[in-house]
């Protein structure tokens, strides 16, 4: 009967990065432009669930860069090296049909698998807890996304450091929307792509702070897109040198640095330190242990070397966490200050 029902969300499974992508037959594309996009077919080579691979790009349920349509369909708004673009892909009867929009379509296209997984190697993974096991065998269509872009990953990331995920959310949308540029193409309504990296450099401090954003995390920002070049060179380093490039650069940790490569390059083995709640997590489902640090979370997760992160996310996705014992954080916002 566990393998038959669809789990329940909870705060746990959302951690794990799954977004819940209607039913539908993945068909017409509403058209609300003129240009027709450019299209791609793709056949996974197994099974492909684009909730659960494309869910951790989403940053909360009102992302102005990600959407899920109710015809089944995961709509994508992201800045590539060729300029803005919108990605709309779904799956019917196992192909992958994509279309993109604007001068960074083609560019998307051609990541499109790498982006759903296909550099993934979900075989080489051997689960050894019961847990672990039976959480991948209910969830098949799991593998590791593979964008390519590293500032997409890492603002955001910088944006949750020390704030309730409430909080960051708010300030990413509020962000975006307003110094963004609307997604190209028929993007549902309020869709937009994130900010060039000189227009971040260019939003003013009242802006920030307008947002809840304080000023040593907007100050990271700041110093992350005067090297944005740099940070997207990364790109064609293993994820360790990546993350060591990217430490570089004050106030981003192994945090954030973790948070970002493991959606950038799909890095199996970036498991996140200096988390506020999965060390507990992991402790508590794996050993029972729910005041767990990270050195009892990684020895726990030693005999995943290679695929600690992949590991992670299973055990999220299990929903097995430990109950909340004191009461939730209070959401700030100094932008009422």
Do not use: C
Not at 240 to 251: C, D, N, T
Not at 314 to 336: E, F, K, Q, V
């Amino acid at each position: 009967m566990a393998g038959r029902f669809t789990p329940r969300p909870t705060r746990t499974t959302v951690r794990g990065g799954h977004v819940d992508v209607p039913a539908g037959d993945g068909g017409g594309i509403p058209r609300q432009s003129d240009g027709p996009g450019l299209g791609r077919t793709w056949t996974p080579p197994g099974p492909l669930d684009l909730g659960l691979v494309l869910g951790p790009l989403r940053r909360g349920p009102d992302d102005p860069t990600f959407r899920a349509a109710p015809d089944g369909s995961v709509w994508r708004a992201s800045r590539t090296p060729a300029g803005a673009g919108t990605l709309r892909v779904a799956v019917r009867a196992g192909v992958v049909r994509a279309e993109a929009w604007g001068p960074g379509a083609r560019w998307l296209l051609e990541q499109l698998p790498d982006m759903l997984g296909a550099s993934d190697d979900p075989a080489a993974f051997e689960p050894r807890h019961r847990l672990v096991a039976s959480t991948r065998h209910r969830r098949p269509g799991l593998r590791l996304t593979r964008t390519g872009l590293v500032l997409e990953s890492l603002i955001p990331s910088v944006l949750e450091q020390k704030v309730t995920t409430d909080e960051a959310y708010r300030a990413w949308r509020l962000l975006v929307r307003k110094f963004g540029e609307p997604a190209p193409g028929p993007a549902p309504e309020r869709m937009y792509v994130m900010p060039a990296p000189r227009t971040w450099a260019l939003i003013p401090s009242w802006e920030w702070h307008r947002a809840g954003v304080d000023n040593k995390r907007a100050s990271t920002i700041l110093r992350a897109v005067r090297v944005a070049a740099r940070l997207e060179e990364a790109m064609g380093m293993e994820a360790e040198r990546a993350q060591a490039r990217l430490e570089l650069v004050s106030g981003i940790g192994p945090w954030t640095s973790a948070e970002t490569v493991q959606r950038s390059h799909g890095a199996a083995d970036a498991v996140t330190v200096g988390d506020l709640h999965l060390p507990g997590i992991v402790g508590y489902a794996l050993a029972g242990d729910r005041d767990a640090d990270d050195a009892v979370m990684l020895a726990l997760l030693e005999p995943y070397a290679g695929q600690r992160h992949r590991a992670a996310r299973l055990i999220l996705l299990s929903g097995r966490g430990p109950a909340r014992r004191a009461p939730r954080m209070p959401r700030g916002d100094i932008g009422r200050l």
